[in-house]
Nanobody, 124 residues
């Protein structure tokens, strides 16, 4: 059984930084990609960043480019999201996601596995 468990959320002031972690367990060898999505109150879930497992290529939403960095530690089966220069617009529940071959980490309907989320709150 695949499990994704996020941690690292919290409340910080604008301009601050946070690092989110996602610990993956279960059959992780079949992952095609992993990524982070977020959902703010009243808004749709949106992709923030994702990484292709095979090539390690990374992709970012325009809104976070230059501020967020996604990375993975294969030895620890852990995905990270380093976030800096945070703004109140980054306030959301952040979800770790993974997709098998044939799936996609670019959109929420392509994801096969979801974590339960970790809350990020940025105050001005």
């Amino acid at each position: 059984q695949v499990q994704l468990v996020e941690s690292g959320g919290g409340s910080v002031q604008a301009g601050g930084s946070l690092r989110l972690s996602c610990a993956a367990s279960g059959y992780t060898n079949g992952y095609y990609c992993m990524g982070w999505f977020r959902q703010a109150p009243g808004k749709e879930r949106e992709r923030v960043a994702h990484i292709s497992i095979g090539s390690s290529r990374t992709y970012y939403a325009d809104s976070v480019k230059g501020r967020f960095t996604i990375s993975q530690d294969n030895a620890k089966n852990t995905l990270y999201l380093q976030m800096s220069s945070l703004t109140p617009e980054d306030t959301a529940m952040y979800y770790c996601a993974a997709a098998r071959s044939g799936g996609s980490c670019q959109r929420s309907d392509g994801v096969n596995y979801w974590g339960k989320g970790t809350l990020v709150s940025i105050s001005s």
